[in-house]
């Protein structure tokens, strides 16, 4: 069983940054593609971020392309999602997502992910 923890969070101004990060206790973490998504009050889950298994290839949603980066060190079973020139609207939860079947066409479904963590608060003041 993969259970992702979330770590990062936190309350932040507009155009500040931050550090999310996702750890799993797994031996073949490198084999898992790991996705952010979050949600905001009232909305669906929206993907954020992903970077998939082995060669590491990143994928962005439009609305954090340049300013949000996602990397793995698969050494330390840990993704990482710097967060940069934040802006109010980021303000919501945020969740990392595991999966180790997902295909690339599928990267961008929250549905298609088996494994989620908790979540973490990320609150961006104007």
């Known amino acids: 069983q993969v259970q992702p923890v979330e770590s990062g969070g936190g309350l932040v101004q507009a155009g500040g940054s931050l550090r999310l990060s996702c750890a799993a206790s797994?031996?073949?973490?490198?084999?898992?593609?790991v996705a952010w998504f979050r949600q905001p009050p009232g909305k669906e889950r929206e993907f954020v971020a992903a970077i998939f298994r082995s060669y590491g290839r990143t994928y962005y949603a439009d609305s954090v392309k340049g300013r949000f980066t996602i990397s793995r060190d698969n050494g330390k079973n840990t993704v990482s999602l710097q967060l940069d020139s934040l802006r109010t609207e980021d303000t919501t939860v945020y969740y990392c997502?595991?999966?180790?079947?997902?295909?690339?066409?599928?990267?961008?479904?929250?549905?298609?992910?088996?494994?989620w963590g908790q979540g973490t608060q990320v609150t961006v003041s104007s």
């Open positions: 797994v031996s073949t973490f490198s084999a898992y593609a």
């Open positions: 997502a595991v999966d180790q079947r997902l295909i690339l066409t599928s990267l961008r479904l929250p549905n298609a992910y088996d494994y």
